[in-house]
């Protein structure tokens, strides 16, 4: 029988990372500065990213080589196997072959290291003393976290108040790693003690923690700011994933019909589905690309593509995506880390060709999907991940349908181990599927910017 996961050796690591910009067939749109509507200048990004971080946001060149001292970090974990699910085909008596790339095995548990180790590593290069930054549930904060004790960084982290108290675990991995974690809203920002003067029993949101990691790193000197998705240079980092893919894929002799991620700003998926975007752009490859995202916040399926905010306050500059404008809250579905109104711009641009489909799945559909495979393939998926393996048993019974052997690849994410009170509510029939919030959609996108729109 063959393998039933694919390695490659540590030689076999990719040297650079894969820039999609110059193959689009239309170049990006630019952010633009919300006050004067021109586009942002590299310059006024200065106080929050270093140089080289600048530089790749708008780079065109196609490949961007990986730093040895990157290389070094990312061999911790990478290169990441490929599995072939065996078992979930099994049980679902599908003629297609289903493959997953496994980022849930880095040391925070998903693929955000990625850019985080990268994004440390060029601001310790630069002088950079402490790096600045917001998370909601907790994984983007821990992969920093993690990244920046490893290149001898301070961390601090800006934790959303309520999951700050409901979700400890993932504070506890901070710590561990270093950290100074905080609930956000705090009194050590200007916007944090402006929102508590107003309402001292807030929950916070991502927008609230963002102000005030932007406004730690504009008013410190030796503090920057990193993100964790959404700006292309996140997306550059995450594209080894893809180019392991590739190799992997390409070691068994097997070509992908239908390459399947989930979407939250766009990072995992971008990371994955750009390499093979890149072979189908060029006449190399053809494969049907699904991005997924729930039906709760369905960004890239019931969104505008138009400019607006990247924050929910209204400081970042503008760019142009699906978003459901910035002010739409999504009701508290369990996959945290799809909560967000717009999504990647060269993602979005990307839906926009027609090149990626969309699609979206309400929660308990995907944790049927997640409890499916932990029973199968014996890993348990974070909530995130269950849309992607939701759409890849779509994929695999339309497969079983029709009798077509399709090769079906999806990027496995992260794992749910910090997740278990989501399962549990699944499993004791507790979890509630949301309605498409129309209402609150339409409100949302009432409030986005008026200008500039002429694009
Ligand atoms: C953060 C996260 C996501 C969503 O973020 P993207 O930038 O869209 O990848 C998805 N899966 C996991 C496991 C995450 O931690």
């Given at each position: 029988?063959?393998d ?10 990719p ?15 630019p ?38 001292e ?56 630069e002088g ?20 920046c ?73 030796d503090?920057?700011y ?21 190799k ?9 019909d ?15 589905a ?9 006449g ?60 990647a ?29 932990a ?29 077509e ?6 990027n ?16 004791e ?25 002429g694009?």
């Amino acid at each position: 029988m063959e393998d039933t996961k694919i390695f490659l050796s540590e030689k076999e690591l990719p040297e650079a990372w894969f820039n999609i910009i110059p193959r689009l067939p239309n170049p990006p749109a630019p952010p633009l500065n919300p006050k004067t509507g021109k586009p942002v200048k590299p310059e006024e990004l200065r106080p929050i990213f270093p140089q080289a971080l600048i530089e790749q946001e708008m780079s065109q060149d196609p490949w961007i080589e990986i730093p040895e001292e990157v290389k070094a970090v990312y061999k911790l974990w990478r290169p990441t196997p490929l599995h072939r699910a065996r078992n979930l085909e099994k049980a679902l008596k599908t003629p297609a072959r289903i493959y997953f790339k496994n980022e849930s095995v880095s040391p925070p548990g998903s693929h955000k290291p990625n850019t985080a180790v990268a994004q440390a590593y060029y601001n310790k290069k630069e002088g950079i003393k402490r790096l600045a930054t917001e998370t909601g549930a907790g994984q983007w904060g821990s992969a920093l976290s993690f990244a920046c004790k490893l290149f001898g960084l301070e961390c601090t982290v800006y934790m959303v108040k309520i999951s700050y108290y409901q979700k400890p675990m993932r504070k506890s991995l901070m710590h561990i790693w270093g950290a100074e974690v905080y609930p956000s809203p705090t009194d050590r920002t200007e916007a944090g003690r402006k929102i508590l003067k107003e309402n001292p029993n807030t929950n916070g949101s991502l927008g609230i923690a963002i102000s005030e990691a932007v406004e730690d790193a504009v008013t410190h000197e030796d503090t920057n700011y990193a993100l964790g998705s959404v700006l292309n240079h996140v997306l550059l980092h995450q594209t080894i994933i893809g180019l392991e893919t590739k190799k992997q894929l390409d070691l068994i002799g097997e070509k992908p019909d239908v390459l399947i991620g989930c979407v939250g700003g766009g990072s995992n998926f971008a990371g994955f589905a750009f390499p093979f975007i890149g072979d189908i752009l060029e006449g190399k490859l053809s494969a049907e690309v699904i991005a997924v995202e729930p039906t709760s916040c369905p960004t890239l399926t019931k969104g505008v593509y138009q400019y607006d905010y990247g924050d929910t306050v209204g400081l970042t500059p503008l760019l142009l995506m699906y978003t459901l404008g910035h002010t739409f809250e999504p009701p508290g579905i369990h996959a945290g880390g799809l909560r967000y109104h717009g999504d990647a711009p060269l993602l979005c641009q990307l839906v926009k060709d027609g090149i990626i489909k969309a699609k979206a799945y309400p929660q308990t559909s995907c944790f049927e999907a997640a409890v499916l495979f932990a029973r199968t393939e014996g890993i348990i998926p974070a909530p995130e991940t269950s849309h992607a393996i939701k759409a890849a048993i779509d994929e695999a019974i339309k497969c079983k349908e029709t009798g077509e052997e399709k090769v079906i690849v999806f990027n496995f994410s992260g794992h749910g181990h910090f997740d278990l009170v989501a399962y549990d509510a699944y499993l004791e029939g507790k979890l509630e599927d949301y309605d498409y919030p129309e209402e609150k959609i339409k409100e949302a996108l009432a409030h986005l910017p008026k200008f500039p729109t002429g694009i």
